[in-house]
């Protein structure tokens, strides 16, 4: 049997033992510490309450884990990085078990859940961090040119969930340093994006232009930037939330906080609302997530899955909505939105939004006065788009499309 300590790391020095989590014949378990169901945190309220049984993980089709554990695990990305470099010394991956890879991350987890013992594994000085040559590297381990993984691509870039290429960054002023771990006094936790092979050559300035946008539009974000390498590329950056200089924040994805599999388009935001109401018990939040899912429909933002929503919990045990986050162009699976608005994917219209926003105990005038605001500011998109630096080409592929959304409002 394979066990995994849990704990809860709210800074560097203060470790709470969460619980255990074993596998037995293909088989996951988890067991709350007695100690820690006395306490204030409820890490996953729906699907791992505050409970001394044993609980075994029966949802495969969610995944091979609870939900709150598989937060901590990288997407498409991460786990590509990390069975090219696992592979690459001499690791049989295909052997590897989900308590191997959380194994395999330990402490270098986004959130705030950590695992022990940590897998064993090449340790290598990964001091230095140099952005383009991280960037080269990933645009080498994308395009199938290199099956070679190095060890500062792999800490840098191994953990942050999503599918495009990512690295964790130290920022001070004009200093960066690697982001992976406890950083030096001053220094901020940010996450920096590369291109995939199908975003748009400008997917940096586009995505700090919708950035901008959204900030405007009352939707609370994290600080972003643009980082300018020597080579002339700008990399998106965004702080992250999960960080306060080295205290940390317990995170967990709307998808898995319910256990929504975000690869199968399912959940219609009127669930999202729901947990909203249930969970932070707070309207502002609710305010903030139709504000967001206002925004996603007239900016053409359809990758809308459920691991792009979040909640955030501080260390009074205090559920709250997520700042937004990977809010940019996506046309969406076949030209829908990942999440329905009233049933409704390709071509949401504003008796769709009012009859959601009706049924979450919004009401209509309110409703109608912020998706005005909100239509108003989106369709200013050229002025943003050339304050950041978008190409021609993409403003007036993006513009078109915002003009249509707006149409059906």
């Known amino acids: 049997m394979k066990r995994l300590k849990v704990f809860l790391m709210l800074d560097e020095r203060a470790e709470i033992f969460v619980g255990e989590i074993a596998e037995k014949d293909r088989k996951v378990f988890f067991q709350y510490h007695s100690d820690f169901l006395a306490g204030r945190f409820w890490l996953s309220p729906y699907k791992l309450p505050l409970e001394p049984d044993l609980f075994e993980h029966k949802d495969l089709e969610f995944g091979p884990i609870f939900?709150?554990?598989?937060?901590?695990?990288?997407?498409?990305?991460?786990?590509?990085?990390?069975?090219?470099?696992?592979?690459?010394?001499?690791?049989?991956?295909?052997?590897?078990?989900?308590l191997d890879r959380l194994s395999f991350l330990g402490s270098n987890t986004m959130g705030a859940l950590v695992y022990q013992p940590p897998f064993?594994?090449?340790?290598?000085?990964?001091?230095?961090?140099?952005?383009?040559?991280?960037?080269?590297?990933?645009?080498?381990?994308?395009?199938?040119?290199?099956?070679?993984?190095?060890?500062?691509?792999?800490?840098?870039?191994?953990?942050?969930?999503?599918?495009?290429?990512?690295?964790?960054?130290?920022?001070?002023?004009?200093?960066m340093i690697s982001g992976e771990g406890i950083l030096p006094e001053g220094y901020s936790h940010w996450i920096i994006k590369f291109n995939a092979t199908d975003d748009f050559t400008d997917t940096g300035p586009v995505e700090y232009a919708y950035s901008m946008m959204a900030r405007d539009c009352g939707i609370v974000m994290p600080e972003t930037q643009l980082f300018p390498s020597e080579q002339g590329q700008r990399f998106f950056g965004t702080k992250r939330f999960d960080r306060d200089g080295n205290k940390r924040y317990h995170v967990h994805t709307f998808g898995n906080l319910i256990h929504s599999n975000f690869r199968i388009p399912s959940c219609d935001y009127e669930l999202f609302f729901r947990i909203i109401n249930n969970l932070t018990k707070n309207q502002q939040d609710l305010v903030r997530g139709f504000r967001q899912m206002i925004f996603n429909v007239i900016a053409n933002n359809r990758d809308d899955h459920v691991k792009n929503l979040a909640f955030i919990m501080n260390h009074e045990g205090e559920w709250s909505l997520s700042p937004a986050y990977d809010l940019t162009f996506s046309p969406g699976p076949g030209g829908e939105h990942t999440m329905t608005i009233n049933g409704e994917g390709k071509s949401p219209s504003k008796i769709d939004i009012i009859h959601l926003a009706e049924k979450s105990g919004l009401k209509k005038n309110d409703t109608l006065s912020v998706i005005d605001e909100i239509a108003g500011i989106v369709s200013n998109w050229p002025t943003y788009a050339e304050h950041a630096g978008v190409s021609e080409r993409s403003l007036k592929k993006i513009h078109q499309k915002i003009l249509s959304n707006l149409s059906y409002l």
Request: charged residues 25%; aromatic residues 6%; without cysteine.
């Open 67 to 98: 939900g709150l554990f598989d937060d901590s695990l990288p997407d498409g990305w991460g786990l590509m990085l990390m069975d090219r470099y696992l592979r690459g010394r001499g690791v049989a991956v295909e052997d590897l078990s989900v």
């Open 120 to 175: 064993l594994h090449d340790t290598e000085n990964t001091a230095g961090f140099d952005l383009y040559d991280l960037y080269q590297q990933s645009q080498a381990v994308l395009t199938g040119k290199t099956r070679t993984v190095l060890a500062e691509l792999m800490k840098a870039g191994g953990s942050p969930g999503g599918a495009r290429p990512k690295v964790l960054a130290g920022i001070q002023g004009d200093r």
